[in-house]
């Protein structure tokens, strides 16, 4: 990895103009053409062109690759493998996620604009690493044995579901599919690997990668194509177990309506936040907390679910934390994401855009104070924008409720704890929280009353794989990351033997 960080920006753009780029569909261990033989355009957010004609999906290929991984799965070509065995192939295949990181972050980074460096360190490292813990993991599980006395003996086991249908978005293609596939595969399972109609291009390589690491043919596919068409095929699907789903609240809440009108299939959903940064008069740390608050908006450009899109400060802390906010937003450096230099990229695709740009005058409408929020570079084609920050927001305007998925921070101010912690917990989302004290008391009382699936104390965003993620209230049900994952992709089995 260290060699690909000390390349130049005039590396990157030649490597990726000799990239070659797979955009068909990955159906029982092969690449073909979607049944209708229709594409879709897929164009970088640097410049605005097209990188694919992606493979468009329907039903009918939805079909075939749900039909591939059941067979994969009565077969037991995967799961009934020892444990041993599984994990040795879910090794060698985070191996080849290392091996391939010059191509995968290129990919990642071609086709969302995340910088080139995040995408190396970051998004293909986090990617092999979640592979790894869960293959490390699944051979160290047990199973239950019941207290039935002696006149029986009660075994309770964990089964994999079947087939795992799984729908990703596309601010982290390649680490959230990671979530979900991992443990999925780790405890037996087939899958159908939906990627988002904006980031198919890294599912496409991960999937070839995991049969050269020896994962039987048919047991992870991935249909590329459009939300309303592949997506909702997938969701109607009768032979689909479970959808694993990240996105948006509105679609989340289509899958469950597809599971009801279907066979009542599962459905896990993590569908996004509005996370708010409370800083309280008391934190002792200012210019950590003024980078976090930072960090928590800008890094990839704000499109990040757990985002802390919510500055709620104490007036007593306000005047002296803004300005420091404000210099390192400042020195964040938006640019072309091929330049290693650049750390942060586009938006990522025009409709986003648009859709960001429209939060500004809303919140500018609504009486907030617009500091940055400038498009850059439109020159390039590409969809760029300065971050920004909307002051004097009151918590119940729209900028401060919905969520934006952009570099846009919404600044609310309040008197004392009680009052910090109210505006805090006012919003539909529940997916993650943080809070800056330099008091213990405080700082527990307050991580106990805040009501997220995650709350940092004194920190933002800090991660491992070995920590649940997911969220309360509007941000959905069931958690990614950790043990507990391996609980989502199974099912209770008891088996009572009599002995009496
Ligand atoms: P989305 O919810 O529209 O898409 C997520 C996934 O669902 C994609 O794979 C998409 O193809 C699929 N999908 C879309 N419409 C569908 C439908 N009708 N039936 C079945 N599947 C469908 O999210 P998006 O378009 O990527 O972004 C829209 C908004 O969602 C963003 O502005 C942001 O607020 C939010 N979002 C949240 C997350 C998150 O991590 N929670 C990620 C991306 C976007």
């Known amino acids: 990895m260290s060699d690909l960080l000390d390349r130049s920006h005039g590396d990157w753009l030649l490597a990726a103009k000799n990239l070659t780029i797979e955009s068909r569909l990955f159906v029982d261990g092969d690449y073909r053409n979607a049944a209708s033989g229709e594409t879709f355009e897929s164009r970088t957010p640097r410049d605005g062109s097209v990188v694919a004609n992606v493979a468009r999906g329907d039903a009918d290929d939805v079909d075939l690759a749900v039909r591939a991984a059941r067979n994969a799965f009565d077969a037991g070509r995967w799961r009934s493998l020892a444990p041993r065995a599984r994990k040795e192939v879910l090794l060698r295949w985070a191996d080849l996620i290392r091996e391939h990181t010059e191509e995968l972050a290129l990919l990642e980074t071609l086709d969302v604009g995340k910088p080139i460096t995040e995408s190396v360190r970051v998004d293909v490292a986090?990617?092999?690493?979640?592979?790894?813990?869960?293959?490390?993991?699944?051979?160290?599980?047990?199973?239950?044995?019941?207290?039935?006395?002696?006149?029986?003996?009660?075994?309770?086991?964990?089964?994999?579901?079947?087939?795992?249908?799984?729908?990703?978005?596309?601010?982290?293609?390649?680490?959230?599919?990671?979530?979900?596939?991992?443990?999925?595969?780790?405890t037996g399972n087939s899958v159908v690997l939906k990627p988002a109609e904006q980031s198919s291009l890294s599912a496409l390589l991960l999937a070839r990668l995991a049969v050269e690491a020896g994962i039987p043919t048919g047991v992870l596919n991935v249909v590329t194509g459009l939300g309303p068409e592949a997506g909702a095929a997938l969701g109607r699907h009768p032979g689909v177990d479970k959808i694993a789903f990240t996105g948006s609240g509105e679609v989340g809440r289509k899958f469950l309506g597809y599971a009801a009108e279907s066979n009542g299939k599962q459905v896990q959903l993590e569908a996004g936040g509005?996370?708010?940064?409370?800083?309280?008069?008391?934190?002792?740390?200012?210019?950590?907390?003024?980078?976090?608050?930072?960090?928590?908006?800008?890094?990839?450009?704000?499109?990040?679910?757990?985002?802390?899109?919510?500055?709620?400060?104490?007036?007593?802390?306000?005047?002296?934390?803004?300005?420091?906010?404000?210099?390192?937003?400042?020195?964040?450096?938006?640019?072309?994401?091929?330049?290693p230099a650049t750390t942060m990229g586009p938006i990522v695709d025009q409709q986003q855009l648009d859709r960001v740009q429209g939060y500004l005058r809303i919140g500018q409408e609504d009486g907030a104070e617009l500091i940055g929020g400038a498009r850059l570079r439109p020159e390039t084609g590409g969809y760029f924008l300065e971050p920004a920050l909307l002051d004097r927001v009151d918590n119940s305007s729209r900028v401060a409720q919905e969520e934006i998925f952009g570099p846009v921070l919404s600044v609310i101010d309040f008197d004392g704890v009680d009052e910090g912690l109210r505006l805090a917990n006012e919003t539909a989302y529940g997916l993650a929280a943080s809070v800056w004290t330099s008091d213990l008391r405080t700082a527990h009382r307050v991580s106990r009353e805040l009501r997220a699936g995650t709350v940092w104390v004194n920190t933002f965003d800090a991660t491992d794989v070995f920590a649940p993620f997911g969220g309360f209230k509007a941000s959905g049900a069931g958690r990614d990351k950790s043990l507990h994952a391996l609980h989502e992709y199974t099912g209770l089995k008891t088996t009572w033997i009599d002995l009496s």
């Open 126 to 186: 986090s990617t092999a690493a979640c592979i790894q813990w869960y293959a490390e993991a699944l051979d160290k599980v047990y199973d239950e044995l019941a207290p039935s006395g002696n006149r029986a003996l009660v075994t309770v086991t964990r089964e994999p579901l079947g087939v795992v249908g799984a729908v990703v978005p596309w601010n982290y293609p390649l680490i959230i599919t990671s979530w979900k596939v991992a443990p999925a595969l780790a």
């Open 274 to 339: 509005k996370s708010p940064q409370l800083v309280l008069a008391d934190a002792a740390n200012l210019p950590a907390a003024a980078s976090a608050v930072a960090w928590g908006i800008c890094y990839n450009a704000g499109q990040t679910c757990n985002a802390g899109s919510r500055l709620v400060v104490d007036r007593a802390a306000k005047d002296e934390l803004l300005p420091q906010v404000l210099d390192v937003v400042r020195s964040f450096k938006v640019g072309d994401p091929l330049d």
